[in-house]
Every structure is written in structure tokens, then in C-alpha cells.
């Protein structure tokens, strides 16, 4: 009778947290490239109560008798699927259509890669520097920031699909690409973007951002790796979170019902505990 106490147990258990990770997609929901969370599940170990063995008449049973004993979060994934891409009239605003991150660098000097591409421009000295709503510096693709020189206005600032970085000089409106430095060599400064072989191995540090881990693999530069299909920038566009409300709804109703099911289990075992102990030789 026990068993069943301790696998309900670990059911209400199990679907508490698969709550959490609804709730938490749904308050996402309107979050610029969100990515929503899956919970997975595994059963617990199996208790044999009879291994393979003959009958009375010395026939085989080859089905044994095996009792689980409950379940656990075996993971919670990250489906990283493409979100709706919402215009905007913020021409500093970029959304990615593919499977591309930006990278931005933290306050810790860590480089992390997100969707979220609702930049900004922040003043720093000699013009102005492509940060993310959190002020992080936005990287190209050597992982130098991306600074505009003066008098160079943010609307003049143009990035085409390939991500390659044009400013507006002159009266005339001329477009000439935007040129930084490494090593001493000058080059033309694209939006860094980078795709992983495994992204469902990153790491979320929160802010919609992730860190690379053993799982995902080292960061593939788009420009510079071979034999990869190259995401699309959209420069006045923004990604929303790819949660579906409809599916979180059922999903949640699934869950409250399962908590539910686990939960009339203990009360069960509980009666039937209590009916034997009042049990009268």
C-alpha cells in the first residue's frame, strides 16, 4: 500500500513543476523572443514482485510481475521555433528569420546569444554603440561592439538581410558600410550572428539570453562557417515568443488534472490503510 502513496507522491510532484513551466510560458507570452520551455518526464524504478518463472504445469511465463514505483522531471527543453515577426517603427529593432542568435557581451565580459532584438543605440565617446534593451554592447561578427561615428544619426543607419551594416553619408544619401578595426585591419562590420548543432543544450541565464555549454556546442560564426544555411536580419522588425496560448491552456488543464488524480490516489491508500488498521481479530 505504500508504493502507492510514494508514486502519487512523486506524481503531484512532477506535475507541480510542469505547472511552474506553463505559468512561466505564459507569462512569457508577450516577451520579444521568448522561447517557450517543454517538461519531460521518466518513470522511476521498477519493483519486481515475481521474475520470469514457470507455472503449476511447468509452462514458461515469460511476463513478469513488475510494479512502478512513480515518476520525475527527466528535463525541460527549450523549443526554439520561429515566432511571429511584428513590424515596428523602430528602425533599431531586428528579428532573425532562421535559427541564428545575436551576441551580446554582459557585464561579466561573458559573450551570450539571444533573439530578443529590440536594440538601441547608448552615446558612448566618438558616437554611438548597438547595446540590447539591457544595455549589453551587441557584437559583430569578429565580437568587436558595433559603434556608429558622429554626426551619423540612428535613422541613418540601414542593415540588409545578410546583415551587413550601412550608414547614410552626405547630402545626397549615400550608403557606405560601416568600418571597424581589429589587428590594425580595417573591415566592413556585420551583426554577428551564430547557430548552434545542438541549441536545445543551451544554457538560460535569464533576460533572454543563453551561454554555450558542452551540450550546444561551440558557437558556428554564420559568415565565416561553410556548409550552413545563413539566417535573415529584418531591420525594423522584432520576434515575438513562440508560445502558443491555446496549447498552454490545455496543457495546464492537463496538468491540474493529473495533480488532481495523484492527490484522490494518496487519499485512497490513506482509506485503505485505515480500514485495515481498524481491522478486529
Same mark, same amino acid.
Given at each position: 500500500m505504500m508504493r502507492s502513496l510514494w508514486s502519487a507522491a512523486s506524481g503531484m510532484i512532477a506535475q507541480q513543476t510542469n505547472l511552474d513551466n506553463v505559468a512561466n510560458n505564459l507569462a512569457n507570452v508577450?516577451?520579444?523572443?521568448?522561447?517557450? %520551455?517543454?517538461?519531460?518526464f521518466k518513470s522511476l524504478l521498477y519493483q519486481t514482485l515475481q521474475s520470469t518463472s514457470t507455472n503449476n504445469a511447468g509452462e514458461n511465463k515469460p511476463v513478469p510481475a513488475q510494479v512502478g514505483l512513480g515518476t520525475r522531471v527527466a528535463?525541460?527543453?527549450?523549443?526554439f521555433t520561429q515566432g511571429n515577426l511584428q513590424d515596428t517603427d523602430n528602425t533599431t529593432y531586428m528579428a532573425i528569420e532562421g535559427t541564428g542568435f545575436f551576441k551580446v557581451r554582459d557585464t561579466d565580459g561573458n559573450i551570450c546569444y539571444t533573439r530578443d532584438g529590440s536594440f538601441g543605440f547608448q552615446p558612448v565617446e566618438g558616437g554611438m554603440m548597438l547595446c540590447s534593451s539591457q544595455g549589453y554592447p551587441v557584437l559583430d561578427q569578429n565580437n568587436n561592439t558595433i559603434v556608429v561615428p558622429e554626426p551619423i544619426r540612428a535613422e541613418d543607419v540601414v542593415v540588409d538581410k545578410q546583415g551587413n551594416i550601412f550608414t547614410k553619408t552626405g547630402q545626397n544619401g549615400q550608403m557606405e558600410p560601416l568600418v571597424g578595426t581589429q589587428d590594425g585591419q580595417e573591415y566592413n562590420q556585420i551583426i554577428g550572428l551564430v547557430q548552434f548543432n545542438n541549441p536545445a543544450g543551451l544554457s538560460s541565464v535569464?533576460?533572454?539570453l543563453y551561454q554555450a555549454t558542452v551540450a550546444s556546442g561551440d558557437a558556428l560564426e554564420e559568415s565565416t562557417t561553410e556548409g550552413i544555411t545563413r539566417s535573415l536580419v529584418h531591420q525594423?522588425?522584432?520576434?515575438?515568443?513562440?508560445?502558443?496560448?491555446? %496549447?498552454e491552456m490545455v496543457n495546464m488543464i492537463v496538468a491540474q488534472r493529473a495533480y488532481e488524480m495523484n492527490s484522490k490516489a494518496i487519499q485512497a491508500s490513506d482509506e485503505m490503510l485505515q480500514q485495515a488498521n481498524n481491522l478486529r481479530g
Open positions: 508577450n516577451t520579444a523572443g521568448y522561447k517557450k %520551455d517543454t517538461v519531460e528535463s525541460i527543453t527549450t523549443v535569464g533576460g533572454n525594423g522588425y522584432i520576434e515575438m515568443s513562440n508560445v502558443q496560448v491555446a %496549447d
